[in-house]
């Protein structure tokens, strides 16, 4: 479920949008109401909304300066997730092309237009949201074997890892051919890199982990040490 906050002065204007929301768009909630910047910025800051419906009619100015504090601060969950509205064009402000308005509306808006778009723009944050779980989910594991995340193959591995989870339906044996290129790309790196730095970081995470976690979490004889291929696939049937 994704978590909507609304921002909208005309209290009667607002209740229409919430019950046409709740009516039409299933897996967006309405998580918060604000009347003010003030309020809006208060609930922004608890960092549970995802997407954010705002007028920027609001009286002083008061949309500009939630989009100011969002801007201001980097929020980068809000890019692309702010959905605006008003009787006034955006263009010739400052916000123009800002990189976290996903739509404008023109006032009088149909609310089959909003609807629609917060439930396009709440599938691709399912998306988002459910890479970052899987992500975490990686890391903490990772976390458990003392991986040390400052090197650039603990995070070549996090990304290895991700791109198996995430082709559970493919035979990815071969990780030189089928999982080390696809990371590569996006790092600008040769495969060849990823999988020397990937081994660099095991062979580094098995000198600081303790020698009972290694040999419990693998299921391994003492002093017998987990292969490259050995950590990742463990690691992803522990996910």
Known sequence: MINLLVVEDNAEYCKNIINYISQYVSDVRVYGIAYTSEEAIS??????????????????LGAFNILNYITENEL????????????????????????????YFKKPVELKSIAFQLGKLSKE???????????????????????????????????????????????????????????AEKYNKSANTVKCDISQATKMMICDCDEDIITSYFNLSNFVKPTVKQVIFTVLNKL
């Open 76 to 103: 980068e969950k809000y890019t692309n997730s702010i959905l605006v509205f008003s009787n006034k064009p955006l263009t010739n402000s400052k916000f123009d092309n800002s990189k976290y308005i996903n739509s």
């Open 125 to 183: 944050r399912a998306i988002i949201n459910s890479e970052i779980f899987i992500r975490n989910k990686i890391v903490r594991e990772l976390e458990f074997l003392n991986y040390n995340f400052s090197y650039h193959g603990s995070k070549y591995l996090i990304d290895a890892l991700y791109v198996l989870y995430v082709n559970k339906d493919k035979f990815y044996d071969n990780l030189s051919r089928d999982v080390y290129p696809i990371v």
């Open 43 to 60: 609930i922004i800051d608890t960092e549970i909304p995802d997407i954010i419906l705002l007028d920027l009619n609001l009286d002083d």
